[in-house]
C-alpha cells in the first residue's frame, strides 16, 4: 500500500519561504507523475504543481509560476516544493499526490500539512 507523507509546513510572514517534502513508501513512484494540490479554507482542492515522469516535465498554476519550483528525488522516492515571495493567498492545506496522470482524482494522497502566510 502506498503512503505519501507530507513535511514542511507552518507559519510564515508575507514574502517568506518554505519547502515541502513528500516521502512515499510501499512501491517506487518512478512511473508515477507527482506532484502538489492545495485547498484553502472554504475553497475546492486546486492543482499548484506537478512532475511528470516522462522526461521531467514540471508544470505549475499560474499563480505559483515564478514563486514555486518542484522538484523530485526518485531514489528517495520524494517529491518537494520550495515555495518563495509567500502571500497571504498561498494559505493553505498542501496535498502531496501520485498518479499515472495527476488530476483531483488521483490514485494516492497525503494526509496534508498547514501552510499559512500571516500578512
Known amino acids: 500500500q502506498v503512503q505519501l507523507v507530507e513535511s514542511g509546513g507552518g507559519l510564515v510572514q508575507t514574502g517568506g519561504s518554505l519547502r515541502l517534502s513528500c516521502a512515499a513508501s510501499?512501491?517506487?513512484?518512478?512511473?508515477?507523475?507527482m506532484g502538489w494540490f492545495r485547498q484553502a479554507p472554504g475553497k475546492e482542492r486546486e492543482f499548484v504543481a506537478s512532475?511528470?515522469?516522462?522526461?521531467?516535465?514540471?508544470n505549475y498554476a499560474d499563480s505559483v509560476k515564478g514563486r514555486f519550483t518542484i522538484s523530485r528525488d526518485n531514489s528517495k522516492n520524494a517529491v518537494y516544493l520550495q515555495m518563495t515571495s509567500l502571500e497571504p493567498e498561498d494559505t493553505a492545506v498542501y496535498y502531496c499526490?501520485?498518479?499515472?496522470?495527476?488530476?483531483?482524482?488521483?490514485?494516492?494522497w497525503g494526509q496534508g500539512t498547514q501552510v499559512t502566510v500571516s500578512s
Open positions: 510501499g512501491r517506487s513512484l518512478s512511473s508515477y507523475d
Open positions: 499526490a501520485a498518479s499515472h496522470r495527476l488530476t483531483l482524482e488521483s490514485d494516492y
Open positions: 512532475f511528470g515522469w516522462v522526461g521531467g516535465k514540471t
